[in-house]
């Protein structure tokens, strides 16, 4: 691709480049990609550069850790590597101190903003001149830490992406006229479509709806939260076999008629599903619909990540593998030759997969913002010497939602706003609220994860801080749990951004943040879904797949401007939902126009007020759920005049309106009920011995010794 060979000829030019005293600028060119291994088209292309034997070192699936720490303190000029690989060196690599780096970035997106990119710069920056002899305390291995990250005088960055997202563009980008931060240098999605190295992926797109009866078979009438309820019906009405059976008709007839022939009879297509189970389901459906119509110019291969079971198959375990019959590694390859036609994904070959020859796609899952782009740009490459033209049919979004995926990445992207160290002090307090993480624990834990080489007595106390506070989050209402793992690590990523972005330190805050980092790999991800289930308890069918509309030239109008994401807490889609009934309600009754979203944020800075009282939590703690809201209720006053500066119009209306306020602000009382009560019941030091864990049903499992990071 072009970027690919925008890549090797930069690495080449950066290699002999000498100032105005004819001394060589940088010592050494790092070429970083966030994928597995380094791509076998980026690989190909830094090996033609010009160069001598040894100059040159690509780190291949075959190439250790240890294989780049050795490049980097030998005289290898250029080398590409894995960006994952640099985690494992940070802390053994010397030798390196007086040397300039060029970093080059092969797409900059998540990973260059947090742990990954940190470790590049604490391995390549210069940092601090250490001397054997010189005893340092906590605090100076702690500033040093903090000081290695973010910007390094010896190491210029380079970073490459066709979708920048706002992280990307606070790390790497500059000050553009409007004093916004944007890329340096731009080819813009338009430029390359106008110039034809690139397709408009959005001229042929056809919109489909899926109309459908859901009805109950069961007597009980159950209530569920209805955010969670929808995301568990539609898992369902996906893996339908009716739905599938008339999807799979839908797909082959028009990739038969409209697709196969082009490109002189080697047109290829991709189906995008929304999960494993689903891609299996529809690879089992594709076989048993060209069987049955006796299709022998078709094939079709699975692409998907580890293994999946299906319950109407008694539990049975799939594997892309087993199913394609050959290696992972040899699907791109496979997948290439003239007589295999199509590629069933899930969650796979979304990114950065190129094939020339895929002019078609069928879309099956939500697709939205960047994964919208990534996903369908899969199609823009052209294809000479034929005039390749490209289709979707879009099962699951509209034409417009796409288009507003794309609209930030059409032209230029700038960056709208940015983050100042309260924002992460906003996310700190929200943190400390839920009352499980214990500051004498987390400065005897940074004492002793400062110590080079710990002991197994002092690996054993540290992972004794990280059970204690595994347990308290154990014992918090399941609600409040997944509250606090998703704060917890919405404060690690917001931390890792932000000292990366700025020149921003707080020794108490790295401190928080070093326990936090390693006590988030404490929880392992829920496989429980959301706690209950809808098999059996509903059937859809009367399938119908309507075609919505056509669409053959988009009017997309760019839309650049991007934000990073703020540091408060949203309202739950239950409460976002009873909210806007509430404010419509207000609305007819008062002759008032409250904007639903100004309004949710009100509604959060009173919550956050009420979480902090010490009245309310002393009230909490020796009362039920109903005695308490008399003192809920009693203190929403002294609240709402605490935040009127924040929004004098709706909280003068609450406080002059008894009847409405008690609605709006009911809607958090068991919230801050249960997390006050936990909070004042919470001893100051937990006793209970380190082998104890105390796991409910509706808790997840404690780690075993062998997943323990620090043993």
Not at 487 to 509: G, T
């Amino acid at each position: 691709s072009g970027k690919t060979k925008t890549i090797a000829w930069l690495a080449h030019r950066l290699a002999s480049l000498h100032d105005l005293e004819d001394k060589q600028i940088f010592d050494n060119i790092v070429i970083v990609t966030d994928r597995v291994v380094v791509d076998r088209q980026l690989q190909d292309a830094v090996r033609q550069i010009d160069h001598k034997s040894g100059l040159i070192k690509v780190m291949d699936d075959s190439c250790s850790a240890d294989d780049l720490r050795k490049a980097l303190e030998g005289n290898t000029k250029i080398i590409a590597t894995t960006i994952q690989k640099f985690l494992y060196i940070v802390n053994t690599i010397k030798k390196i101190n007086n040397k300039n780096f060029a970093v080059i970035i092969d797409e900059a997106h998540s990973s260059t903003a947090g742990k990954d990119m940190s470790a590049v710069t604490q391995t390549l920056g210069k940092g601090r001149e250490k001397d054997e002899d010189d005893e340092r305390d906590t605090q100076d291995v702690l500033v040093d830490e903090i000081r290695a990250n973010g910007k390094q005088p010896n190491v210029s960055m380079f970073a490459f992406t066709a979708t920048p997202k706002p992280t990307t563009l606070a790390l790497f980008g500059r000050p553009g006229k409007s004093g916004k931060n944007e890329a340096f240098d731009l080819y813009s999605m338009k430029q390359a479509i106008e110039e034809e190295f690139i397709l408009d992926v959005l001229v042929n797109y056809m919109e489909y709806k899926t109309y459908y009866d859901i009805n109950k078979v069961i007597e009980d009438d159950p209530m569920y939260k209805s955010g969670k309820a929808k995301k568990k019906i539609a898992y369902l009405v996906d893996l339908t076999d009716e739905n599938i059976e008339k999807r799979t008709e839908i797909i082959i007839e028009h990739f038969r008629s409209v697709v196969m022939q082009e490109l002189g009879g080697t047109a290829k297509a991709m189906v995008v599903t929304a999960s494993r189970a689903a891609a299996v389901k529809y690879k089992m459906a594709f076989e048993k619909y060209i069987r049955d119509n006796e299709y022998t110019d078709l094939s079709c291969f699975v692409a998907f990540s580890g293994k999946v079971k299906l319950d109407e198959h008694k539990g049975k375990e799939y594997t892309e593998m087993g199913i394609n019959g050959f290696s992972e590694k040899q699907l791109p390859e496979v997948f290439d030759k003239d007589e295999n036609r199509i590629l069933i994904v899930a969650n796979k070959y979304q990114t950065g997969f190129d094939q020339p020859r895929l002019c078609a796609m069928y879309v099956l899952k939500k697709l939205k913002k960047i994964a919208a782009v990534q996903t369908l740009s899969r199609l823009n490459r052209i294809c000479p010497p034929y005039k390749k033209k490209t289709f979707v049919l879009d099962f699951c979004n509209t034409y417009e939602d796409i288009k507003k995926s794309f609209a930030p990445y059409y032209t230029a992207t700038i960056l709208d706003n940015n983050i100042t160290p309260s924002d992460i002090y906003k996310i700190e307090t929200k943190l400390d609220s839920f009352g499980v993480l214990d500051s004498y624990d987390i400065d005897n834990f940074a004492e002793l994860i400062t110590i080079a080489k710990p002991t197994e007595k002092q690996k054993i106390q540290m992972t004794g801080y990280l059970q204690k506070a595994e347990r308290k989050a154990n014992n918090l209402p399941l609600d409040s749990y997944k509250e606090f793992i998703a704060v917890l690590k919405r404060f690690v990523r917001f931390y890792e951004f932000i000292i990366q972005a700025s020149h921003f330190e707080d020794i108490e805050l790295h401190k928080k943040y070093k326990f936090c980092s390693n006590l988030q790999s404490w929880f392992k991800k829920d496989q429980s879904g959301e706690g209950f289930s809808l098999k059996d308890q509903i059937v859809a069918n009367n399938f119908l797949n309507k075609l919505q509309g056509e669409y053959q030239k988009p009017d997309l109008v760019a839309d650049p401007y991007v934000k990073l994401p703020e540091a408060e807490t949203q309202l739950s889609e239950d409460e976002e939902k009873k909210l806007s009934e509430i404010i419509e309600e207000i609305n007819n009754r008062t002759g008032n126009t409250f904007d639903k979203d100004v309004a949710a944020k009100a509604m959060l800075q009173i919550k956050e007020i009420m979480l902090k009282s010490e009245k309310l939590q002393q009230s909490a703690l020796v009362n039920s759920e109903d005695e308490f809201r008399f003192s809920y209720f009693d203190d929403i006053d002294d609240a709402l005049v605490q935040g009127l500066e924040q929004n004098q119009d709706f909280f003068s209306m609450l406080l002059s309106n008894p009847e409405i306020k008690k609605q709006v602000l009911g809607i958090f009382v068991t919230e801050v009920y249960k997390t006050l009560k936990h909070k004042g019941e919470t001893p100051a030091y937990d006793t209970t011995p380190m082998q104890s864990y105390i796991a409910g049903e509706e808790t997840h499992t404690p780690m075993a010794a062998e997943d323990n990071p620090l043993l």
